[in-house]
């Protein structure tokens, strides 16, 4: 028996991961998977499990995959499941959404699930772990963050901006496996881009504390204000290392953690390096004109 939710998958040529995660969610009465013009096969892949594929053109600024198909897709129910194609839903996730999503006794709008990272083969048990993402919602009531308007080369696709709830929310009990980082390579390859997007949002300011007041929830606004707050520290890639492998006991995921903690402070250092670029860019840009 399907249970009554749309679940929105965001892809760009993920026949490799596609499978496993529509799969997770052949339990869902309405699949739809939003494609950026795929050439490996999503596509059919997609249609063979049954979901709906719709074509999305990004114009290079606002808006992103997610919040477009929120605005624009024709949904059957009225709760909504995100699920990226490197990631899969728990098999026990069929009972506690089917539960929300006929009665929901708990009151609440939208529920975060927390996830669990593979790196380099492993699941990583303290390093970015918890990781709390809001996933399931009445999609009415959901939208992505808008934080620029500017380009910001990091893809057509959400990967930092959270969604602000009109409503209250709670948590699942259930966790999501994310294969975000299979191998260094995936890491760096990701990271890359998610620096371009860091650097744009740096550069504007558009990361404030008013952007944070907007979060629900009040573990993400925190997250949020504590990193406000990081940017503003010197020494920032040694810190970042500091906060994943011993704040968050990284150092207990053995050598993968260890890894992990050292790729991260990279993350960081490239993040102050193309901030710094692309300001002087665009001060020679204007001095120019």
Known sequence: MKIPV???????????NLPRCLKSVSWADEIFVVDSGSTDGSQAIAESYGAKVVQFEYNGAWPKKKNWALENLQFSHEWAFILDADEESPPDAK???SEICAVNKRGYDGYYINRRFLFM????KHAYYPNWN????RHKLGRYEKLTNMPTESGDNEAHEHIVL????GCLGCEILHYAFPTV???IEKHNRYSNWEARIALDRYLDL???????????????ICKILFRRLPLRPFLKFLYVYVFQK???????????ACLHAYYEFVCICKTYELKKKLTGLKADG
Do not use: M, Q, T
Request: proline share 2%.
């Open 6 to 16: 749309s679940v929105i998958v965001p892809i760009l040529n993920e026949a490799k």
């Open 134 to 137: 809001l996933r399931l919602f």
């Open 166 to 169: 009109n409503g209250k929310a």
């Open 185 to 187: 390579d995936v890491f």
């Open 95 to 97: 009972d506690e959404i």
């Open 210 to 224: 008013n952007s944070a007041s907007k979060l629900r929830s009040k573990k993400v606004a925190w997250r949020r």
């Open 250 to 260: 990284g150092f207990l995921d053995g050598r993968e953690g260890y890894y992990f």
């Open 121 to 124: 083969g492993k699941w990583l």
